[in-house]
């Protein structure tokens, strides 16, 4: 097991089908990856995306004493 493999030591139990787990197997199957791999995947750039700020510098509006994002009024530090 790598470094960052032994960080991930949560674990969650999502409930589905039968017929959605064979489904989400054989996804992972075509795409050579593992069915953890193809969720985690998939559920992070969501979460990146509601809990932090993603809008790229140009949005941002850069104090000396802090910095914020114009886009979404994030205040970033
Ligand atoms: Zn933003």
Redesign the pocket.
């Known amino acids: 097991m790598s470094e960052t493999e032994e960080s991930k030591t949560a674990q969650i139990l999502v409930r589905i089908s039968e017929e959605e787990r064979d489904e989400w197997k054989a996804a992972a199957e075509v795409l050579g990856t593992s069915m953890s791999d193809l969720i985690r995947n998939s559920v992070a750039p969501i979460v990146q995306e509601t809990l932090h700020?993603?809008?790229p510098e140009e949005?941002r509006l850069v104090y000396p004493w802090s910095e914020f994002?114009?886009?979404?009024?994030?205040r970033l530090r």
């Open positions: 700020c993603i809008h949005f994002c114009k886009k979404c009024d994030t």
